[in-house]
């Protein structure tokens, strides 16, 4: 999106995958790895180290061996705050206006407007 801002370093998996709304924001060293599609509202301040994970794989460990990579899509609403280390996990959304507080790891999708803190993260 116009006027969209990433901070090197940054890494992640494709890139193609990647959506920015207008605006966006990414500080240093954030992680996203974009196996499927990721969408990051306008207005969306994302901290230091964030780290975005679409990539999931099989739970049966043979299945893992043989390589297979799949994954679940990550939707960051529009003007959402992730405090830096923050990690989000496959397939979560995360509302409009919500805050995520640093270090917190995000398994579940985060409400509009909520804050959420810890591992796993819960609504404050």
């Known amino acids: 999106?116009?006027?969209?801002?990433?901070?090197?370093?940054f890494h992640?998996?494709?890139?193609?995958?990647?959506?920015?709304g207008e605006g966006a924001f990414l500080n240093f060293n954030c992680v996203i790895l974009d196996v499927v599609a990721v969408h990051i509202g306008a207005?969306?301040?994302?901290?230091?180290a964030v780290q975005l994970y679409t990539a999931d794989h099989p739970r049966d460990p043979e299945a893992r061996r043989s390589g297979v990579e799949f994954g679940r899509?990550?939707?960051i609403g529009k003007n959402v705050w992730i405090g830096g280390g923050a990690i989000i996990l496959p397939g979560v959304t995360v509302g409009d206006d919500a805050v995520i507080g640093a270090g917190s790891v995000v398994t579940r999708d985060v409400p509009a407007s909520a804050t959420v803190v810890g591992n796993p993260a819960r609504v404050r």
């Open 43 to 48: 207005g969306a301040q994302i901290g230091p």
């Open 73 to 75: 899509p990550i939707r």
């Open 12 to 20: 992640c998996d494709y890139g193609y995958n990647i959506h920015l």
């Open 1 to 9: 999106g116009a006027g969209a801002v990433i901070r090197p370093p």
